[in-house]
């Protein structure tokens, strides 16, 4: 079958269709369609994205041990990386028992542009923006007009100078309960039609800003040393040692990608499980990590006389409405069971997750090293990927643990010795 015939108005044919495609263009077995046709059967919303094909399925598992602001949290969690989970209830439950974290938002309001092109004066489209900013935040209202029913809408407008004949008009908006891109994008569409009636033809594009810098939210925790280890000696090399991390991510960027890859383990995960735009919260916190120039760790540690102090700043430009919050039905579940009840809620409950997980990271690498706990459930998604099924793989992660660097050879080996001795045992019968 020709390729580009065989995908042409590719969108348009059912579910189905596409796969009798798939398989007839790239050789699909019939133990592949017949995988692929299940798991649609259990797809949630096809209608989310285009070219609907199945279900790609993520375990979702929760962390526990979580006291935030003096309650306690189970925090649904989606990701395919063994340990995550494990280490965030790991690090909640130490920090718990220093007394919890304290998670604050700091404003929570969403932030676009209209970009102009080919200005020739700054001054005259900054004068002609101040002059007619509260038209300007009328025709934001007017186009989207249940966010203000809802006690939200437009909040301010500014522009500002890019250079080169770029000039970005800044609409900054309460969004309420959701993430806002939609509401935000209608707005300054709205905007960018009376911008390019009455000041300045040339407008490049209209679209929301996913710098989240007015979505921050801060998590600290304040942990005893003596708390670090048994022996008070230990607990303060280990204190001392967690401060020196997470000063390394401050001076080096190279460190600090991976530091700040650790943070969002289990900032992803809940993000996901909450039917969030990852991407949005991934790229924010990213830019937000070079604010200064340098890429540093998000996190920090300081040991100050017997308390290790930790503090995670994000942007966390979250919605609990919208989006596919309310397409995939597990997202209300999920905000049941985090206690989740607005952006706020959920904002401070990432952070704190974010911190518990890089303090369980930072405490295993200067302590006993990664490899140790992470390797002991690693082992899990090993002997799964040599095809172990639920009954074997505890017997092979068994024989797995004690070996040094187990690889898929020795995964392979070891569960082909169990089934073996499953026939003989069988046999003997
Ligand atoms: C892996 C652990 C938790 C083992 O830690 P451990 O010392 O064997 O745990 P424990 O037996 O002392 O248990 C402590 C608590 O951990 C939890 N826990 C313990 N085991 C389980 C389990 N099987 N399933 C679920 N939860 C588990 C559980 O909450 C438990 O409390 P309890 O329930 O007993 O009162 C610890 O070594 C750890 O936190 N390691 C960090 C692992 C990690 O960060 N993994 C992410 C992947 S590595 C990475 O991507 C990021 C990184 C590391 O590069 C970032 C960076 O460099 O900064
Ligand atoms: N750059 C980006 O990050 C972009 C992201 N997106 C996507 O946009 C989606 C999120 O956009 P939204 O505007 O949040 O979703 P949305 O388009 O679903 O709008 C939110 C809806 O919720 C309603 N609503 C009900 N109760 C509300 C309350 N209490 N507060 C606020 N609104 C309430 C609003 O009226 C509105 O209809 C995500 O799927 C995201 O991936 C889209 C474009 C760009």
Redesign the pocket.
């Given at each position: 079958m020709n390729m580009k015939a065989a995908f042409s108005q590719f969108y348009k044919r059912t579910p189905e269709q596409r796969l009798a495609i798939l398989a007839e263009t790239l050789g699909l077995s019939e133990t592949e369609q017949q995988e692929l046709k299940r798991r649609a059967a259990q797809g949630d919303a096809p209608l989310l994205v285009e070219n609907y094909l199945t279900t790609y399925q993520l375990p979702e598992g929760v962390a526990?041990?979580f006291r935030v602001n003096d309650h306690d949290y189970v925090v649904p969690m989606v990701t395919e990386?063994p340990?995550?989970?494990?280490?965030a209830?790991?690090?909640a439950?130490q920090l718990a028992k220093a007394g919890g974290i304290t998670a604050t938002v700091r404003s929570r309001l969403l932030t676009g542009q209209v970009l102009l092109s080919e200005v020739k004066v700054y001054a005259s489209i900054d004068d002609w923006v101040a002059l007619h900013q509260n038209e300007l935040l009328d025709v934001a209202r007017q186009a989207h007009p249940s966010i203000v029913k809802r006690g939200g809408g437009p909040v301010s407008i500014r522009t500002r100078d890019l250079g080169e004949g770029f000039v970005s008009i800044d609409l900054t908006a309460d969004v309420q309960a959701a993430m806002g891109a939609n509401m935000m994008n209608t707005m300054l569409e709205a905007i960018a039609a009376v911008v390019q009636n009455k000041l300045h033809r040339a407008t490049l594009f209209s679209i929301l800003s996913n710098t989240g810098d007015r979505s921050l939210t801060t998590a600290t925790v304040s942990v005893p040393v003596v708390q670090l280890a048994g022996d008070p000696e230990d607990a303060k090399q280990v204190a001392k040692r967690i401060a020196q991390a997470s000063r390394v991510a401050q001076l080096d960027p190279m460190r600090a990608v991976?530091?700040n890859?650790?943070i969002m383990?289990g900032v992803d995960a809940v993000v996901m499980a909450m039917g969030n735009d990852w991407r949005a919260i991934e790229s924010a916190a990213h830019a937000y990590a070079v604010q200064d120039g340098q890429y540093r760790g998000l996190s920090q540690w300081r040991l100050e006389d017997d308390q290790l102090t930790g503090t995670l700043t994000l942007p966390l430009p979250v919605g609990t409405v919208g989006g596919a919050t309310k397409v995939l039905p597990l997202v209300g579940i999920n905000q049941k069971i985090a206690q989740v009840h607005s952006p706020q809620d959920l904002m401070k409950l990432i952070a704190a997750v974010g911190l518990a997980q890089n303090f369980?990271?930072?405490k295993?690498?200067v302590t006993s090293g990664?490899q140790?706990?992470?390797m002991?459930?690693q082992i899990r998604s090993l002997a799964m990927s040599v095809g172990a099924t639920s009954l074997e793989v505890p017997a092979l992660t068994a024989q797995l643990m004690p070996l040094s660097d187990p690889s898929e050879a020795h995964a392979r080996q070891l569960l082909k010795q169990i089934r073996n001795n499953k026939e003989d045992h069988h046999a003997k019968r």
């Open positions: 526990v041990n990386e340990s995550v989970i494990a280490a209830s790991n690090g439950k991976t530091h890859k650790g383990n369980a990271a930072i295993a690498l990664i140790q706990g992470h002991k459930m």
